[in-house]
């Protein structure tokens, strides 16, 4: 798949204001210092789409963003920052479940980690409202390039055996610095997306 266009569309907290199109949804979820923002201007190849911060915890919207007209790239609000109270951290994860609970146009959820640390329980815990909702879903590891390849090897071992992977469930290591497999990597998060979109329609 290429990626030709990109634009952001809207910020959200209530269903309201979700988009009501019926087009096909794939949303990104993970950690508030994954580097989520950086992943998803490195697939759009647009530096500031997606807004990068200094600061982790900074989004607490649902950001929308249509990509190739076809279907939407959904950043979902980063969890498990510390220095934010008990209030903000039960307001995020209310903004994330009210989103995944029930979301028909919600065709893949893309669960971001950070290849240098183990999962957290925040992640398990994330992975596990994942299937609760039923949704297909996919491991991205960021970072990549922070490890060597025995540590890159050692890493894929400690996250297969933390969020529990069986051989069915996909992971992927990237880079948001240097790109490596970015291609990949697109058609890894969304591939078929589109397609089986138009087969339901049918």
């Not at 109270?85 to 479940?97: F, H, L, P, R, V």
């Not at 329980?121 to 609760?132: N, R, V, Y």
Request: charged share 35%; aromatic share 10%.
């Amino acid at each position: 798949m290429n990626i030709k266009q990109s634009e952001f569309i809207i910020s959200a907290v209530k269903r309201e204001q979700y988009p009501i199109d019926g087009m096909p949804e794939v949303a990104f979820v993970g950690r508030s210092n994954v580097g989520k923002s950086s992943i998803i201007n490195a697939i759009t190849n647009r530096k500031k789409l997606a807004k990068t911060s200094q600061t982790p915890g900074k989004t607490r919207l649902i950001n929308f963003f249509l990509i190739n007209k076809e279907f939407y790239l959904v950043d979902l609000p980063g969890y498990g920052y510390a220095k934010v109270s008990k209030t903000e951290k039960a307001s995020w994860g209310k903004t994330i479940e009210l989103y995944i609970n029930d979301r028909e146009e919600l065709k893949r959820v893309v669960l971001l980690v950070d290849c240098r640390h183990k999962p957290t329980s925040d992640d398990i815990t994330m992975l596990e409202w994942t299937k609760h909702f039923g949704y297909d879903y996919v491991i991205v590891a960021t970072k990549s390039d922070k490890l060597s390849n025995n540590d890159l090897k050692k890493s894929e071992k400690i996250i297969k055996e933390t969020l529990k992977l069986g051989k069915e469930d996909k992971l992927f290591f990237f880079s948001s610095l240097n790109k490596k497999r970015r291609d990949e990597l697109i058609d890894f998060v969304f591939g078929g997306i589109v397609e089986e979109a138009e087969e339901s329609e049918e």
